[in-house]
């Protein structure tokens, strides 16, 4: 892809992964077994870093491996091939939720809880006594703008609420790494504008990592740092770019010339990208 001022192609980093590293894939490989006994190769050769503090867009089309890739992260799927290390150390198929929030790519909000008791259920898990559980909800539901609405259940609310609730729910445990899975794709431009405002803030106020999957090329312009963009299946790094530009982004000159760029780059590489 051309090189612009605010755009730095690089080839994918081998060197040893360290502390600096939230996130390492190192020749990344994985198969799924299908039912006639063949197998689908949906990653091949998958290598980059997530910095530290970092946003790293995965920009893809549709079964390019983006979710399968959060997946690995998360340590619910192991890779066939190569190594994934989250935090310099090898994923070892047991999850830590204390380090990682995930935002799938569905909400997945439990009907019949209210948003208070969907984000306090991230805690669950641990030692924290329930009082102490509630009050972190709270605090973090008021975090994303929710306070008035811990009460209601997810029928009760709208999209951009529910996506905040999800957003609560993924922060509440204070995780170094947030792992997110197109969490914006279902909201309407202006409710996912604000989402990427407020995903931002929250950025710039905690030192955590961001992964965020889209098959939306201005999405990943607008958050990025660094994108990374994958080709069709079976998904391979088909170009990196740098992000320098300040943001807010949306709609200047530089951030559109690069979703240009970056449109140009991916003409032709999938027919059911839509661009
Ligand atoms: N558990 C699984 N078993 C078998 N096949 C799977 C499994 N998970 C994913 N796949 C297949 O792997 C391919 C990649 O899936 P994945 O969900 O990672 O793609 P994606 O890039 O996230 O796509 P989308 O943008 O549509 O969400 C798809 O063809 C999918 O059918
Ligand atoms: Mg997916």
Known sequence: MDATPHATPTTSSHAPPDHRHALAFRHVGKRFGRADGTSLEVLRDVSFDVPAGSVVSILGPSGSGKSTLLNMAAGLLTPDEGRVLVLGHETSGTVDWSRL?????????????????????????????????????????????????????????????????????????????LLMDEPFSRLDAQTRTTMHHELLRIHRERAMSIVFVTHDVEEAVILADHIVMLS?????????????????????????????????AIAGLSSDWVI
């Open 101 to 177: 929030g995930y935002m799938f790519q569905d909400d997945r909000l439990l009907p019949w809880r209210s948003a208070l008791g969907n984000v306090a259920l991230a805690l669950e898990a641990g030692s924290i006594g329930s009082r102490e559980r509630r009050r972190r909800a709270e605090h973090e539901l008021a975090r994303v703008g929710l306070a008035d609405f811990a009460g209601a259940y997810p029928h009760q609310l709208s999209g951009g609420m529910r996506s905040r609730v999800a957003l609560a729910r993924s922060l509440v445990t204070e995780p170094d790494i």
């Open 232 to 264: 069709p299946r079976p998904g391979r790094v088909h170009a990196e770019t740098t992000v320098t530009l300040p943001h807010p982004r949306l709609g200047t000159p530089q951030a559109q010339a690069l979703v240009a760029d970056l449109r140009a």
